[in-house]
């Protein structure tokens, strides 16, 4: 069965500190990788999503950037935060080809930037 | 733009007492609707997917019914379980990933 990954869960970072989040997914090739962010009081926004291995579409112009390194690696960058940063990251992913078009997400990483 | 407005924003409900949430979308071609529950803290799960006009899908408690302009999740004698925020999105462009959301709707249910 497939598995997604997203690390750290939690993190409170200074105003100006890099960024650095992680996400895996297992038991499954070439997935479709998606970051999306969830902020307080607002629905879930599309940030980044990847077809494959440095294969990387950016949504919305931000502070923020995604690489993926590996097949099933994502991971959201930044170099410098801003308070607006803070929010509930989601990292998912579906199936390419299989017809089933279901869109699985991680459990999450909540960053509050002070 | 395609655009998703859901409603009400929260509702309590007493355990047993039925009720309705609604989703309504302005997109140029629907390709599907997805309906998802998500608990505090936690990452969306995905519930249904309706596809077209009149298709109705159900599990447990819950059945999702979709119109050429809404789509309705009706929740039939709800248990304090079921207390979560549902979620409602539509795909945008050629990939189902691409998912414009709802704000949600918090769904309290009371012992």
């Known amino acids: 069965s497939q598995t997604i990954h997203q690390w750290p869960a939690t993190l409170v970072q200074p105003v100006g500190s890099p960024l650095s989040l992680e996400c895996t997914v297992e038991?499954?090739?070439?997935?479709?990788l998606y970051w999306y962010r969830q902020a307080a009081g607002r629905g879930l926004q599309l940030l980044f999503y990847s077809i494959g291995i440095d294969q990387i579409s950016s949504e919305v112009p931000q502070n923020l950037s995604a690489s993926r390194p590996q097949d099933r690696q994502f991971i959201l960058s930044s170099k410098k935060l801003l308070l607006s940063d803070s929010g509930f990251y989601l990292c998912a992913w579906m199936r390419v080809g299989s017809g089933a078009n279901v869109l699985t997400f991680g459990a999450g990483s909540r960053l509050t930037v002070l | 733009e395609d655009q998703v407005t859901q409603s009400p924003e929260a509702l309590r409900l007493q355990e047993g007492e039925s009720s309705s949430l609604n989703c309504s979308y302005t997109v140029s071609g629907l390709r599907g609707l997805f309906w998802y529950r998500q608990d505090p803290g936690k990452g969306p799960e995905f519930l249904f997917t309706l596809y077209s006009a009149g298709e109705e899908k159900e599990k447990e408690r819950l059945k999702a019914t979709l119109t050429k302009k809404e789509s309705f999740l009706h929740i039939t004698a709800p248990k304090p379980e079921d207390s979560a925020t549902y979620l409602c999105a539509v795909p945008g462009g050629t990939s189902y990933g691409k998912l414009t959301f709802g704000q949600g709707t918090i769904l309290t249910v009371h012992p």
């Open positions: 038991g499954t090739s070439n997935p479709n």
